[in-house]
């Protein structure tokens, strides 16, 4: 039986939850399993560890320190920026992230945490950083990666068949 390896694209379903506070985050149960290809970073290091060896039916209950998951809060607030900073048919709204580069030309994520007439505040924080979090759930699936996935680094879908 496969086995989640590098090279694997492996299917799970999930419920991310908050340790502290025990809200449910996120739940997968309602939709098709997130498939990820392991060894390429998909997914959070300590999450694909615990998850390296497994196979198909496989139960999982992992927490992650907030260092494991998305990182401490660094403790900046959001950034205000005129909106003139922005493409001027550029779509943007809260929740979304994109990538940006610093003066040093560093390049990293940052997040729109609120849009408010011109003004748009960004956060180099993920949402969820600073918060320890519990992966529960169960691998559907594996399967072998297309040479595709493997030069791209992600899956292509259910099948290994999906554009992008």
Known sequence: MAKAEDGKVVMIHFKLTD?????????????DPMPYL?????IMPALEEALKGKEAGHAFDV?????????EHNGEEPTPYPRSMFPP????????????????????????????????SLD???PLAGRALNFSGKIEAIRDATADE???GHPH????HGHH
């Open 19 to 31: 340790v502290q506070s025990g809200e449910v985050l996120e739940d997968s149960t309602d939709r």
């Open 38 to 42: 392991h060894g390429a970073h998909n």
């Open 63 to 71: 927490t992650l320190s907030a260092a494991q998951a998305y990182g």
């Open 89 to 120: 048919d550029a779509q943007i709204f809260e929740g979304m992230s994109f990538l940006v580069t610093d003066q040093e030309g560093n390049e990293g994520p940052v997040f729109v945490t609120k849009v408010e007439g011109d003004v748009i």
């Open 124 to 126: 180099q924080n993920h």
């Open 150 to 152: 493997q030069a791209h």
């Open 157 to 160: 879908g259910p099948d290994g």
